[in-house]
Structure formats: structure tokens, C-alpha cells
């Protein structure tokens, strides 16, 4: 039996949906990032994006979020 051959961003989309649905967001998303090289300077991202706070101003932070975001079971 010969299969059609689906474009590859059809291909994607729909092994993207199968993941989805059989191991949560999370986990496709941690599998998908271990074929990716990613890209930017993620250090010169990381000092723009903290520069002039200390780690009181991020612990800080941290806990703001926590008490907005809903509660995980």
C-alpha cells in the first residue's frame, strides 16, 4: 500500500495535535525543544531584561505571579 504525501507542514501540524492530545502541551513542548538549537544571546537578553534589579526585586516578582496564576492540582 502507497500512503499519499501530505505537504510537511501538514505533516506537522497534524503529529503536533496527535502529541497534544496523548501527553499534554507541556510535555509536547519539552519534546519539540530538544530538536531545536533556539537562537539569540540569551545572556545579553537576560541583562537587558533584569538590569537594575536584585534578587529581592526578583523573589519578589516570582511570588506576585504565583498568587495570580490559577492553583495547580
Do not use: C, W
Not at 55 to 71: G, N, V, Y
Amino acid at each position: 500500500m502507497i500512503a499519499d504525501t501530505l505537504p510537511l507542514a501538514e505533516v506537522t501540524h497534524e503529529a503536533l495535535r496527535v502529541l497534544y492530545k496523548e501527553i499534554g502541551v507541556v510535555n509536547t513542548i519539552r519534546f519539540v525543544n530538544q530538536f531545536t538549537a533556539g537562537y539569540g544571546d540569551y545572556t545579553k537578553e537576560r541583562e537587558a531584561l533584569f538590569e537594575g534589579m536584585t534578587l529581592d526585586d526578583l523573589f519578589a516578582e516570582i511570588s506576585k505571579m504565583r498568587r495570580k496564576s490559577p492553583k495547580r492540582k
